[in-house]
T-cell receptor, first 117, second 115 residues
Framework: EAQVTQNPRYLITVTGKKLTVTCSQN?????MSWYRQDPGLGLRQIYY???????DKGDVPEGYKVSRKEKRNFPLILESPSPNQTSLYFC????????????????FGEGSRLTVL | AQKVTQAQTEISVVEKEDVTLDCVYE???????LFWYKQPPSGELVFLIR??????QNEISGRYSWNFQKSTSSFNFTITASQVVDSAVYFC????????????FGQGTRLTINP
């Protein structure tokens, strides 16, 4: 089954304790991205990656790191989490447009709800 | 810069009523793509439709229909004969550059269908 898998789905942590949210897709997609969802703000892009070892900042990258060492994985790293990073996080993937011939429909993971105390 | 506005924060209707969710977008590109996603209470994002800027035909899928009007930069979503299962948050989104893949989302509209 084609899917994007995020872990953990729920996490409560404390300020300053490093954490990683993993994201893995089994569709051989080149493009992967992280979004955060906050009430009244919709979803905002944090980072994205066009391929292995190619990453770039989205609209709200502060406080986050990512890496893309393998095509299928795109972990989101919070080196020193703060309460303002309490949010619902979504990982997404798609084929690159020029490869698929049409704009890529984003496939989303189920979301990871993070609370930073 | 691209922007999507969903002015209706919350809508509540009684089952079987028709309801329209508004979406207004801003973009400087002539080629762009518009999307609607549904987020049910379980939290996942469900893809509903993609429309490219060259195709202004309205689309109907069962009880769902979409009205794309470039003249007013709107991409509205109508649910006919609403059902309780339609209760969800609905997001409109815009992708500007063909190669960029980035989706810019509206703030979302929380739709509640009451029995």
């Amino acid at each position: 089954e084609a899917q994007v898998t995020q872990n953990p789905r729920y996490l409560i942590t404390v300020t300053g304790k490093k954490l990683t949210v993993t994201c893995s897709q089994n569709m051989n997609h080149e493009y992967m991205s992280w979004y955060r969802q906050d009430p009244g703000l919709g979803l905002r892009q944090i980072y994205y990656s066009m391929n292995v070892e190619v990453t770039d900042k989205g609209d709200v990258p502060e406080g986050y790191k990512v890496s893309r060492k393998e095509k299928r994985n795109f972990p989101l790293i919070l080196e020193s989490p703060s309460p303002n990073q309490t949010s619902l996080y979504f990982c997404a993937s798609s084929l690159l447009v020029w490869a698929s011939g049409r704009t890529g429909e984003l496939f989303f993971g189920e979301g990871s709800r993070l609370t930073v105390l | 810069a691209q922007k999507v506005t969903q002015a209706q924060t919350e809508i509540s209707v009684v089952e079987k009523e028709d309801v329209t969710l508004d979406c207004v977008y801003e973009t400087r590109d002539t080629t762009y793509y518009l999307f609607w996603y549904k987020q049910p209470p379980s939290g996942e994002l469900v893809f509903l439709i993609r429309r490219n800027s060259f195709d202004e035909q309205n689309e109907i899928s069962g009880r769902y229909s979409w009205n794309f009007q470039k003249s007013t930069s709107s991409f509205n979503f109508t649910i006919t004969a609403s059902q309780v299962v339609d209760s969800a948050v609905y997001f409109c989104a815009l992708s500007e550059h063909q190669g960029a893949q980035k989706l810019v989302f509206g703030q979302g509209t929380r739709l509640t269908i009451n029995p």
